[in-house]
């Protein structure tokens, strides 16, 4: 069974940093690419960025790109997310999402991990 | 970006009714459009993609139709548990973008 769970989110000040982690199990990780999507409270869901299989290939949002950082440790079956100057409109859901087959679309999602930009 | 434009925001029906949401796309995406529902406590689940194709495991009462910018999903014979939120994504280019989403209640 596949498995995503993330880790990682809580409450953070504006202009800190935080490192969000999923785990994956139940498929070979290595073989797939990967993305943070989020969903701020009451609202849609909004693509962060993407990891292809073998790190070559990374895509960000406009809205984040030159604060977060997508990564990848495959010997670890683990995903990251490394946020920085972070402001109170990336209040939301974490999610991380395995992507299918070649398409830019998702086939299994974690439940999320919930990230709270306040001072 | 392309924007996706979902109606309507709310829908309520009765079990064993048929309902269908629409998507709109800002520009052509061929037959790129997917369909995943949400509920709370679960997973996001992939529905459809490329406009028509079911996921495995998606009961067939689920339909996708539509190309270029205008997409329908349709659901026959409500079942209970097919209540909750629905999101069109289109998966033509990057970044892959979501329309705002239609809460499926019950009447």
């Known amino acids: 069974e596949v498995q995503l769970v993330e880790s990682g989110g809580g409450l953070v000040q504006p202009g800190r940093s935080l490192k969000l982690s999923c785990v994956a199990s139940g498929f070979t990780f290595s073989n797939y690419g990967m993305n943070w999507i989020r969903q701020a409270p009451g609202k849609g869901l909004e693509w962060v960025a993407y990891?292809?299989?073998?790190?070559?290939?990374?895509y960000y949002a406009e809205t984040v790109k030159g604060r977060f950082t997508i990564s990848r440790d495959n010997a670890k079956n683990t995903l990251y997310l490394q946020m920085t100057s972070l402001r109170s409109e990336d209040t939301a859901l974490y999610y991380c999402?395995?992507?299918?087959?070649?398409?830019?679309?998702?086939?299994?999602w974690g439940q999320g991990v919930m990230v709270t930009v306040s001072s | 970006d392309v924007q996706m434009t979902q109606s309507p925001s709310n829908l309520a029906a009765s079990p064993g009714e048929s309902v269908s949401i629409n998507c709109k796309a800002s520009?052509?995406?061929?037959?790129?459009l997917a369909w995943y529902q949400q509920k709370p406590g679960k997973a996001n689940k992939l529905l459809i993609y490329?406009?028509?194709t079911l996921q495995s495991g998606t009961p067939s009462r689920f339909s996708g139709s539509g190309s270029g910018t205008d997409f329908t999903l349709t659901i026959r014979n409500l079942e209970p548990e097919d209540f909750g939120l629905y999101y069109c994504?289109?998966?033509?280019?990057?970044?892959?973008?979501f329309g705002a989403g239609t809460k499926l209640e019950l009447k």
């Open positions: 999402a395995r992507v299918y087959s070649s398409y830019i679309l998702f086939d299994y």
């Open positions: 994504q289109q998966h033509n280019e990057y970044p892959p973008t």
């Open positions: 490329s406009g028509s």
């Open positions: 990891i292809s299989s073998g790190s070559s290939y990374i």
């Open positions: 520009k052509s995406i061929s037959k790129y």
